[in-house]
């Protein structure tokens, strides 16, 4: 069964303490993996979109990496305005359906 | 370029009401799908349309179904509402061309079923 599991379920940093969220799959075949940020209340913005390991893609303060098992969110000196839910999603060969994991809640504290 | 609408943005209703969504995507964007977000299970799948054409569906019962009209909007129904299906229901559109394609979320509508 394809899965997409996310870790940790919550993170709290420091301002400017940087780190790393963690999206584990498990799918017959990968078209493209995923990256969004979602605000309390609102829906989901998007941030990357990766399609094959070794892939790597900045903005700002985040970069995403991409094995044949897993992506690497990373945030380097995170600013409170940070804090958010990251949500990782793929989308599978086999039925062309997106998964997405249960999203790692961010906080940042000033 | 306008985001991805979707109107109401807030909707309460009791048990066995039925409940109509309304989607509207980015101009040009010819994809649209829909999905459920709850606290416990998170993003779930309900459906994609492509050209008025629905091209996949996730594992939601028959209540909740789907259309997409000529100009690419698209509405989502639930019929004999339980209270499991009080949560945020998200649009997303994409261009469609590919399965690759990313998807860019609307606001959502929070809907509450009393």
């Known amino acids: 069964e394809d899965q997409v599991t996310q870790s940790p379920e919550a993170l709290r940093l420091q301002e400017g303490e940087s780190s790393s969220l963690n999206c584990s799959y498990t799918v017959s075949g990968l078209r493209g993996l995923f990256w969004y940020r979602q605000d309390p209340g609102k829906g989901p913005e998007f941030l990357f979109t990766?399609?094959?390991a070794g892939e790597e893609k900045e903005k700002e303060r985040l970069k995403a990496t991409l094995t044949k098992k897993e992506s690497f969110l990373h945030i380097t000196a995170p600013k409170p305005e940070d804090s958010a839910t990251y949500l990782c999603?793929?989308?599978?060969?086999?039925?062309?359906?997106?998964?997405f994991g249960k999203g790692t809640r961010l906080h940042i504290l000033p | 370029k306008a985001g991805v609408t979707q109107t109401p943005r807030y909707l309460i209703k009791t048990r066995g009401q039925q409940v109509t969504l309304s989607c509207s995507p980015i101009?040009?964007?010819?994809?649209v799908s829909w999905y459920q977000q709850t606290p416990g299970q998170g993003l779930q799948f309900l459906f994609e349309?492509?050209?008025?054409?629905?091209?996949n569906k996730g594992n939601f019962p028959g209540r909740f179904s789907g259309r997409q009209f000529s100009n690419s909007r698209s509405e989502m129904n639930v019929s004999t509402l339980e209270l499991g299906d009080s949560a945020l229901y998200l649009c997303?559109?994409?261009?469609?061309?590919?399965?690759?394609?990313?998807?860019?979320f609307g606001p959502g509508t929070r809907l509450t079923v009393l």
């Open positions: 997303a559109s994409s261009l469609g061309g590919a399965g690759t394609d990313t998807q860019y």
């Open positions: 999603a793929v989308r599978t060969n086999r039925d062309d359906k997106i998964i």
């Open positions: 990766l399609y094959s």
């Open positions: 101009s040009g964007h010819r994809s």
């Open positions: 349309y492509f050209s008025e054409t629905q091209r």
